[in-house]
C-alpha cells in the first residue's frame, strides 16, 4: 500500500546548487501534493530516496515558481549524498527517530552509558541521522556531566570504528597534535620534515580552519595541494615517510568532524570530547606514538597550568588504553609563535625557518626544534636528551628542507606561497612596553581582513611581549587582497586597541 | 569607515515566499561582493538592517540564478521581522555573540544561575538571537542540572516579563491548564464554558499542536476564530467573562513559543522549564487561581504518580511564589477521554456534551465536570464539595451551551466543525477483552490521517481498556480529507497492531 501511494505522485529531484556547509535542506513547492499528503510542514526532517541511496534533510516549502509542484531541490550536501542527475524520480517519506537519542537523553540525566549507548550514538552521528539540535544536545549532556575513563576510551573507540584505518610497517609510527587556541604556531609542516627525515614514520592529518584564521591544512595548502584520499596519503607516506594532508578528506573520523562544528558553534569542548577527538585520528592514521602540545596562556585554549594537567592525564592514560604511547608537552602559550597569521603568512614562516633565512622568526625555530627533539626521542631516533640537537643539524644542513620539498611533491608539487598585494601597518600610538596580546582578538582581526578564505591575507606581528616600542613603530600589518577587507580589519582594529597592550615606558 | 564599505556594495531585499516556521533564513549569491569582503561564509549567523530595524537569520550561498549578485533573499520569518518592500536597500553585518550565552555555559558546568543571568538569557532567547543548537544546549543544560526553587521562580517570572500582559478588574480570575501527552480530552472549552456561566473570569489560551494530532486551539478553531489578538481577547473576556484563543498569537510568554519548538525536537522537558512555562503564561493571562490537570499514565506526559506528586509541588510552591494559587489535579491517563482524536472530531464531541446529546463521550463529561466543580470552588464560585453538582446543572439545563456559543460569537461567529469526507473502519481480528491503548501510537496514526492541518481527520475510538470486544467489532475509524492521507494511516495501522492490544476472551 505504502508503495501505490507514493507512486500516485513522484517529485523530481533539482540540484538548486545550494551551498549550506553540510547542512542538508531540501525545498518543497507549499502546494506540493505529496507534502500533504504524507502530513510535511515546513522545517520537517524527512527522508528522500532515489534508486538505492537515502538521505535525510530540513524540509522548507517554498510558495512563489522558485520550485516546482512536483519538484524536490537539493542543497549540495543532498545532492552529494544522493548522486542523482537533475529529474530523477524521489520517495519522500518520514525518518525513522534515531534511538541512540534516548541514550543522550539517559546522559542527561546523569546515567554512565554502557558500551553499546556509545557506539550506537557515535554511529547514527557518523552517518549524519543527528540533527544539528540533537548534536547540540549530545555535545551539552557531555559537558555537563563529565565523562569517566571509561566512557572516554569508548568514545574513543566508538570514534575509530566509524572512519577508515590506516596501518603501517613498523613499530613505531609518530604523530603530533597541539591542542591550539595560539594563532600561527605552525610548528607542524617542521616537525613532519625533520621527522621524515630522521627516517620516521609520520603520517600526519590536519584540519582546516573553523573558527580560527588559518589551519595546518589550509597552510599547507598554500604550497601543496592537501585534499588527498586515503589510498593517496598511503603512497606519499610510503614514499617519503611523511605528508601533511587535510583530516576530513581522508575520512579517518567521520564523526569528529560532525561533533566540532556544533562544538563550535555553542562554545563547548568537553575534555572527554577533546581527547576522543584527539586520540581517535591518531589511532585511525595508524600512529603508535603522539606528541601532544598543550599551549597553556590567558588567552589560548588551555588557560591554566591546572586544566593543562588534567588534560595531560586524560590523554595519557585514555591513551594507554587504547593502545597510543602519548607525550605531553605543555608550552608557552601567551603570544603567537612566528610572525605571520593567515596561511600564506604562516606558510612564509615555515619556509623561512626551513630554508635557515636571517629573516626567519626565532620563535619559530626554537619551538619547533623543542618539539622535533621529543618527537625524535620518543619514535626512537635519538637518545633521550639527544632530540633536539639532531633535529637542530637535520633543519641546518639541509636534510629538513629537502624532506618537506620531497613531500610536497609526492603530494601534488610544490609552489611559493601568495603574497597579499594590499598591505597596511599599524603603528605604535605612544611608546611603550608591549605588556599584553589578545590571541583572540588578533586572530579576528587576520579573519576579517580576509584569512583564510583569502589565502593571502592575514595579520603578521612585529612584536612580542616585553619589547620597548617607540612611538610610530609598526606592531602590526594587515594583509588583504580586496580593499573591502583591508578597511572592514583596519576598523576594527581601530576599535579594538585591546588587541595589543603597551604599559608606559 | 564602516559606512564606506557597507555603501559601496549596496544588496536588495527580495521576498523568497519560503516557509520555515520561525527560523530566520536569507540566501546570497556565492559570489555576492558584499560576502566576501565581509567574510562571510554559508550557513553564518548574519545580521541584517534595513531602515531601522534589524533581524538575525542563518546565511546559506546558490550559485545558480535562484538569487542575483546583488539580492537577498528573504525567507517569510525574516521578511515578517524586516517589514520592507522588495527592493530596500539592506546592510549585512556580523551580530554581536549573545553574551548570555556564556551564563548557559556556567549552567552547563553546574553553576547555578543568579537572577541577572536568568534573565538575560530569556530577553535574548525572545528576542530571536538564540540560534536552535543555542537553545538545545540551553534546554540541555537546564535538563542535565535540575533548577533550584530560585531558579524556577525567576525563570518564570522573566518569562512573564519578556512578554505582554493583561490584568481584570476582580480578586479571582480562574485559568486551568493539562500538562498533556493524552489524546482527546479535550475539557478545556467545557471548563471555559461552565466557569464563565458561573460567573468566573476565565481568560483562557490554548496552543496549536507542535507533535500532537490537535492542540485546544486547533479543535477551537473548527468551531470559532481563534486567531485574536491582546486587545480582541479583552474584549471577549470583558463582554463574556471567558473566552479559548491561541496563545502564541496573544504573545503573552513569547520565549515559552520559542523554547518549546526546540524542546520537541530533543525530547527533553525539564521540571523547570516546564513549571516557568505553565505559570508565566497564567500569570501574564492575568489569572490568580489556577487548577493543573496531570493525567498520569505508562504512556502520557507524566508516566507515574511519583513525578506527578513532584511536579505538583513545584508547581503548588512556585506559583505561591509568584502569586498564583496553584491546584493540581491528578486524573487518570491511561486512556484518551473522549472518543474523537483530531481537530474537528474532538469539537464534535465537545459539543455533544454541551448539548447533553446521548451519543455524547460519558468519560469526557464526567472528567469535564470533576475538573469544573475543582475550578468552581477554587475559584469560590462554590462551596467546598458543591463544585461538581453546581457545574452538572449549569451543564445540564443549558447555560453552558449558551455561554460557549456567546463566547464563539465574541470570538468572530460560531461554525459547525466539519466532517471528514473519507472514512474507514478498523474491526478486531479476534475476540478478546481490550488490555491496552498506546496513547502514542494512537496520536501518530491520527496525524498520518491528517489532523490537524486536515481539521477534519483523526481517528474516533469506539472501544474502553477492559471492554469485551466480539470479532469483527469496529475499534477505530480513520477519518481523512484525501485518499493518499486516509492510505498512509490504514497502512500505519496494520503494521502497528500494539496500538490496542486485546488478550484472548
Known amino acids: ?50 534508486g538505492g541511496r537515502s538521505a535525510l534533510a530540513t524540509m522548507y516549502q517554498v510558495s512563489d515558481g522558485l520550485i516546482g509542484e512536483h519538484e524536490v531541490g537539493l542543497s549540495e550536501d543532498v545532492w552529494s549524498h544522493l548522486d542523482v542527475p537533475d529529474g530523477t524520480p524521489v520517495n519522500l517519506r518520514h525518518p525513522l527517530p534515531v534511538a541512540s537519542m534516548s541514550a543522550v537523553r539517559a546522559k542527561v540525566y546523569g546515567h554512565r552509558l554502557d558500551d553499546d549507548q556509545i557506539r550506537s550514538i557515535i554511529r547514527d552521528v557518523a552517518t549524519e541521522r543527528y540533527s544539528d539540535v540533537e548534536l547540540a544536545t549530545f555535545i551539552t549532556a557531555f559537558s555537563s556531566h563529565q565523562a ?6 569508548t ?22 597534535h597541539c591542542v591550539g587556541g595560539l594563532p600561527a604556531n605552525r610548528t607542524s609542516p617542521l616537525l613532519v620534515a625533520i621527522a621524515a627525515a ?12 573553523i573558527t580560527s584564521p588559518a589551519g595546518t591544512a589550509d597552510t ?22 611523511g605528508c601533511v594532508v587535510w583530516g576530513s578528506n581522508v575520512g579517518l573520523s567521520p564523526a569528529d568532524d560532525i561533533i566540532i562544528r556544533v562544538e563550535r558553534a555553542v562554545g563547548l569542548d568537553s ?59 605543555v608550552t608557552d602559550g601567551s603570544q603567537p609563535v612566528g610572525n605571520g597569521i593567515g596561511p600564506a603568512l604562516e606558510a612564509h614562516d615555515v619556509l623561512a ?63 611559493e606561497p601568495p603574497v597579499a598585494p594590499l598591505r597596511h601597518d599599524l603603528v605604535a600610538p605612544e611608546a611603550g612596553r608591549l605588556a599584553s596580546i589578545d590571541n583572540r582578538l588578533l586572530a579576528k582581526l587576520a579573519k576579517l581582513a580576509g584569512a583564510p578564505a583569502a589565502a593571502s591575507a592575514g595579520v603578521r606581528i612585529h ?18 587582497e580586496t580593499p573591502g577587507e583591508l578597511a572592514y580589519a583596519l576598523e576594527f582594529a581601530a576599535a579594538n586597541a585591546r588587541i595589543l597592550q603597551l604599559t608606559e615606558a
Open 155 to 176: 568514545l574513543t573507540r566508538a570514534m575509530v570504528e566509524v572512519g577508515e584505518g590506516l596501518t603501517w610497517p613498523g613499530r613505531q609510527i609518530v604523530d603530533k
Open 198 to 209: 630522521a627516517g620516521l614514520t609520520i603520517p600526519k592529518t590536519s584540519s582546516r580552519a
Open 220 to 241: 599547507m595548502e598554500t604550497m601543496a595541494p592537501v585534499n588527498l584520499d586515503i589510498a593517496a596519503m598511503r603512497k606519499v607516506v610510503e614514499r617519503e615517510g
Open 463 to 480: 612584536v612580542k611581549l616585553g619589547d620597548e616600542i617607540s612611538r610610530g613603530q609598526p606592531l602590526l600589518t594587515v594583509h588583504a
Open 1 to 50: 500500500m505504502h508503495d501505490a501511494v507514493q507512486s500516485s505522485v513522484v517529485l523530481r529531484t533539482r540540484r538548486l546548487r545550494l551551498e549550506t556547509q553540510q547542512e542538508p535542506i531540501v525545498l518543497l513547492h507549499a502546494d506540493c501534493p505529496i507534502a500533504r499528503s504524507v502530513g510535511f510542514t515546513a522545517r520537517a526532517q524527512v527522508e528522500l530516496v532515489a
Open 353 to 415: 625557518v626551513l630554508r635557515c633565512e636571517n629573516s626567519a622568526p626565532a620563535d619559530l625555530r626554537t619551538r619547533a626544534l623543542l618539539l622535533a627533539g621529543e618527537l625524535l626521542e620518543l619514535g626512537g631516533a635519538a637518545e633521550q636528551g639527544a632530540g633536539q640537537t639532531l633535529a637542530a643539524s637535520i633543519l641546518d644542513d639541509g636534510r629538513a628542507l629537502r624532506k618537506f620539498l620531497a613531500i610536497c611533491a609526492a603530494q601534488g608539487g610544490f609552489r
Open 271 to 329: 575534555s572527554a570530547q577533546l581527547v576522543a577527538s584527539v586520540l581517535s585520528k591518531k589511532l585511525a592514521a595508524g600512529s603508535t606514538h603522539v606528541l601532544i602540545d598543550l599551549p597553556v596562556g590567558p588567552t589560548a585554549k588551555v588557560r591554566s597550568p591546572q586544566d593543562a594537567s588534567q588534560l595531560s592525564e586524560f590523554l595519557t592514560l585514555v591513551g594507554k588504553e587504547v593502545g597510543l604511547d602519548v607525550r605531553p608537552i
Open 148 to 153: 569517566d575513563f571509561g566512557e572516554m576510551v
